[in-house]
């Protein structure tokens, strides 16, 4: 019984996890994404669904917006904790380029910053004790 797996063409997987080519194939050539020719002579690279799949479950990439609302802070608090180091994150794209952040990644801080589980604490305030994340809703 012939294998019905549907396979993807590097076009398709840029669309979807909005890649550049080239982190695509870098992607590939590292082995973090499993690729297969398909095709005499040159043939060209193709991602079976499933493979695809489970790259994102296991790399799920996500935008600045995302940890902001993950984490309920600031634009520029993200950007300065990821800048500190405190927060592993890469750019992706040429140019100015865009941050991702792996969830992996992003879990591995909210454990290091909470290890009792959850968000991590805001501040209280030193005048009348109320958390500071409660006064700024």
């Known amino acids: 019984m012939p294998n ?4 993807l063409t590097l076009a398709e997987i840029q669309k979807r996890l909005n ?7 870098r992607l590939i050539a590292t ?10 002579r040159r043939g060209t ?3 079976a669904e499933s493979d695809l799949t489970a790259y994102a479950e296991h790399e799920q990439l996500l935008t600045l917006a995302q940890v902001q609302q993950r984490l ?11 800048r500190a180091g ?16 792996s969830g992996g990644d992003l879990a591995g801080y909210i454990e290091a910053a909470n290890p ?4 991590p604490q805001a501040p209280n305030c030193p005048a009348c004790g109320s958390s ?3 006064a700024a809703e």
């Open 19 to 25: 890649l550049s080519r080239s982190s695509l194939v």
């Open 86 to 101: 405190k927060l592993p994150a890469r750019k992706i794209g040429l140019g100015r380029g865009s941050w991702r952040l």
């Open 45 to 47: 690279w193709r991602v």
């Open 116 to 119: 009792r589980g959850g968000l």
């Open 4 to 7: 019905t797996e549907q396979l």
């Open 72 to 82: 309920n802070l600031s634009r520029s608090t993200v950007l300065r904790l990821i």
């Open 132 to 134: 500071l994340r409660q």
């Open 31 to 40: 082995g973090k994404l499993t690729a297969r020719k398909v095709g005499l």
